[in-house]
């Protein structure tokens, strides 16, 4: 959460309390909270299974590992968030092929046998998806995002309705 967070809240507190004076400040009748990223830290997880589902050269992995703390790099995780996955998994497997040396199927018929172990978008998202299930399903795995407790705490002290929506699958 931002810095500024703190005085949003004390200023809450303020206008819920508060009500003789008149500001051109809007009254905020309830919060919407989007689940992944914001209260839960789901991101990491996200990546880790991201990672394990290219079935990355444990050299390379090692490398992205060392490199960007087991994380995609900044620029290709800001390029694909908040997209579905028939978006996001070409665009990762592109960035892969071109710096991570993965094999692309390309959705030929004949493939040789050399590049039988070839990922293709689908199977990337269905292998991702299975993973972070699996990972968001490991006890102490899943932490909240920093901040988030206090939040969820002084919003509840000003009694504003609060609900989660996201994109995310109804399972989640």
Known sequence: FSPEAPILIR?????????AI????PTIHGIIFDLDGTLLDTEAISDVAMLDSLHLNPA???DIDRRYRGRLPGHLKRSILGRRSK????????YAKKH??????TGKKEVPEENKDQVSPRQLAEEW??????????????????????????????QLPMAIATSSYREA
Request: with cysteine; net charge negative; glycine share 2%.
């Open 87 to 94: 978006e996001w998994a070409p665009m990762v497997l592109d």
């Open 11 to 19: 200023n809450l507190k303020m206008q819920q309390s508060d009500t």
């Open 100 to 105: 991570w040396y993965v094999s692309v199927d």
């Open 129 to 158: 998806e299975n993973r972070l299930t699996e990972l968001i399903s490991t006890p102490d795995r899943l932490r909240p995002c920093p901040g988030a407790f206090e939040l969820i705490t002084a919003l509840k002290e000003c």
């Open 22 to 25: 008149m500001t051109k400040t």
């Open 60 to 62: 390379v992995r090692s």
